[in-house]
């Protein structure tokens, strides 16, 4: 009994209340609005395909790696030991920005991480899911931006 009252509380503090999942339009139009269509030279399609599968287009999620050390953190899992927080954070940033439906701290920080040596190959995930998907094209179907 103890222990699901604690769990059911932790729950409550990993996830903002009025957290939601955004649709794909919404997120592939935030981040046009951004900047990020060809930011760098990844088209928008690259974006909205590793939104999803970074997070299933929740920009509030978080993702504790214990394997790994680290924590990934909203719609892009931006790692807590690099990116925020009080370690190297190079983002300037806090990782709870992050967490937000805005989503401008986050496309701030994408941009920052995309600029680096390995481009968007700093997601292992684009690399699997988007990098060389024949299909992209499918991420802004019926979007209007």
Same mark, same amino acid.
């Given at each position: 009994?103890?222990?699901?009252?604690?769990?059911?509380?932790?729950?409550?503090?990993?996830?903002?209340?009025? @957290?939601?999942?955004?649709?794909?339009?919404?997120? @592939? $139009?935030?981040?046009?609005?951004?900047?990020?269509? %060809?930011?760098?030279?990844?088209?928008?399609?690259?974006?909205? /395909?590793?939104? %999803?599968?970074?997070? $299933?287009?929740?920009?509030? @999620?978080?993702?504790?790696?214990?394997?790994?050390? %680290?924590?990934?953190?909203?719609?892009?899992?931006?790692?807590?030991?690099?990116? /925020?927080?009080?370690?190297?954070?190079?983002?300037?940033?806090?990782?709870?920005?992050?967490?937000?439906?805005?989503?401008?701290?986050?496309?701030?920080?994408? $941009?920052?991480?995309? $600029?680096?040596?390995?481009?968007?190959?700093?997601?292992?995930?684009?690399?699997?899911?988007?990098?060389?998907?024949?299909?992209?094209?499918?991420?802004?179907?019926?979007?209007?931006?």
């Amino acid at each position: 009994m103890k222990a699901s009252v604690v769990l059911s509380l932790i729950g409550c503090l990993v996830v903002p209340s009025g @957290a939601r999942i955004l649709g794909r339009c919404t997120v @592939a $139009k935030k981040l046009y609005q951004g900047g990020l269509s %060809y930011f760098e030279g990844y088209s928008l399609e690259n974006w909205v /395909c590793l939104a %999803y599968f970074e997070s $299933k287009f929740n920009p509030t @999620a978080v993702y504790e790696n214990t394997r790994e050390g %680290y924590t990934g953190f909203g719609l892009f899992q931006i790692r807590s030991n690099d990116w /925020c927080g009080h370690g190297r954070s190079r983002c300037h940033m806090e990782c709870s920005a992050l967490l937000n439906q805005n989503l401008q701290k986050t496309i701030e920080c994408v $941009k920052t991480i995309v $600029k680096g040596k390995d481009g968007m190959g700093s997601w292992p995930t684009w690399s699997r899911f988007c990098q060389y998907s024949d299909t992209l094209e499918r991420w802004l179907d019926g979007c209007k931006l």
